[in-house]
T-cell receptor
Framework: ETGVTQSPTHLIKTRGQQVTLRCSSQ?????VSWYQQALGQGPQFIFQ?????ENGRGNFPPRFSGLQFPNYSSELNVNALELDDSALYLC?????WGFGERGDTQYFGPGTRLTVL | GQNIDQPTEMTATEGAIVQINCTYQ??????LFWYQQHAGEAPTFLSY????GLEEKGRFSSFLSRSKGYSYLLLKELQMKDSASYLC??????????????FGTGTLLAVQP
């Protein structure tokens, strides 16, 4: 158990719709990262939030957006869903920046499986 | 560019030892992580290397050579429950995200009786 939770577990949407995925970070962690994992692939970095501000973004279009709240919970929003958005969406929480003995390890939640029809 | 290579699949026998290799070429480097991922589940942290050498943790060990852009994960005394995908990930500071991980596609390990 990592202490990171996500909801919902599964979700089915149709093309063009919008979706919001939620993540609750491990207690005390102030950084959250979101990843997209297509079937048979490794996770791809979407973006990261630190103290409620975006702190880096991968190669994803602006229709992927996020929020982080003062209690360190966060959301991933995807607008105008496309078929290729079907994937497992993972959030990972960690401490601060990339330093420390354990390298500020990212701990993953169980993911949300999104299917776009 | 950013590239992380690891074998797609491996098979090993229960009780044996297996080594999963990972080579990387990234614009920045601030540590290499290994994660285990069972089908349909979240990646689980196994090990972290930032300096050259071997890190041992029970049945699992991980090695890093920064000059060669190379790491391996060594699993000893294999158990059936070790059947999973093993993900190699590099923390890359390029682009402003100081805790961004770049993942390989994963190595699917099948442990046979």
């Amino acid at each position: 158990e990592t202490g990171v939770t996500q909801s919902p577990t599964h979700l089915i949407k149709t093309r063009g719709q919008q979706v919001t995925l939620r993540c609750s970070s491990q207690s005390g962690h102030n950084t959250v990262s979101w990843y997209q994992q297509a079937l048979g692939q490794g996770p791809q970095f979407i973006f990261q939030y630190y103290r409620e501000e975006e702190n880096g973004r991968g190669n994803f279009p602006p229709r992927f957006s996020g929020l982080q709240f003062p209690n360190y919970s966060s959301e991933l929003n995807v607008n105008a869903l496309e078929l290729d958005d079907s994937a497992l969406y993972l959030c990972a929480s960690s401490l601060a920046w990339g330093f420390g003995e354990r390298g500020d390890t990212q701990y993953f939640g169980p993911g949300t499986r999104l299917t776009v029809l | 560019g950013q590239n992380i290579d690891q074998p797609t699949e491996m098979t090993a026998t229960e009780g044996a030892i297996v080594q999963i290799n990972c080579t990387y070429q990234t614009s920045g480097f601030n540590g290499l992580f290994w994660y285990q991922q069972h089908a349909g589940e979240a990646p689980t942290f196994l090990s972290y290397n930032v300096l050259d050498g071997l890190e041992e943790k029970g049945r699992f060990s991980s090695f890093l050579s920064r000059s060669k852009g190379y790491s391996y994960l060594l699993l000893k005394e294999l158990q059936m429950k070790d059947s999973a995908s093993y993900l190699c990930a590099v923390r890359d500071q390029y682009g402003g995200a100081t805790n961004k991980l770049i993942f390989g596609t994963g190595t699917l390990l099948a442990v046979q009786p």
